[in-house]
């Protein structure tokens, strides 16, 4: 409910607060949400197209799980900082450990090649660090070292990270995220990682290039 005030000064300025229910204090304008103008997709050809899609879905799908990642580090982080014991901190690591490996071991089996290269990137780019190091900490050099060579039979590499600058399909990447949270299909959760999407966008997609095919989604 919004009720529009008005105060007159003896000047005769007239100031307009806005009152709204539940909120007691009067204010001159509303927060809202940042809205970030994002530009029109278009490609040089079909076939561009058909992989930016083919990319879309895989990053659509991948994405929750490099953010509940993200969010598990964060309470680990959190609760470790609470401990003061080097016994209950160690206890504490292993059981979210075993949690984290449980809780994503399913699923991640039923990834594709390039969907678990697409998740390694999205994980360094929500916690600013790679699956590599990730597991390294977590565990010991050996098993990142195993964890890591395992993973280049199925040509992924735990040490990629998200260079959404250097790498044109990362940037890819992170038009889908953007275009994502603004439609509502993806939960927003800030990038560990220090980028501007728009001034990317100027890098890889200038104004003047000429473009045939586009796709309004």
Known sequence: MLLIAQETEQ????????????DSVP????????????HKLKFDSKEDRRRYLILRRKTIKVYPYAKLASERLDSLTFRLNRLERKGDKKRYAKKIQKYIEGEFSDELKKLTR????????????????????????LRNGWRAFWFNNTAKLFDISLKEEFDPLNEKEDYLIEDVLQRNFQNGRLERQKSA????????TNKWLPPSKTISHEDSN
Do not use: A, C, N
């Open 193 to 200: 990682l220090g980028f501007d999407f728009l001034e990317l």
């Open 27 to 38: 204010r001159t304008s509303i927060d809202l949400d940042e809205v970030m103008l994002l």
């Open 114 to 137: 390039t969907e678990g290269q697409i998740l390694v990137k999205l994980i360094h780019r929500q916690t600013g660090r790679t699956t590599f190091d990730l597991i390294k900490d």
């Open 11 to 22: 000047d005769s300025i007239v100031t307009e607060y806005i009152i709204i229910k539940g």
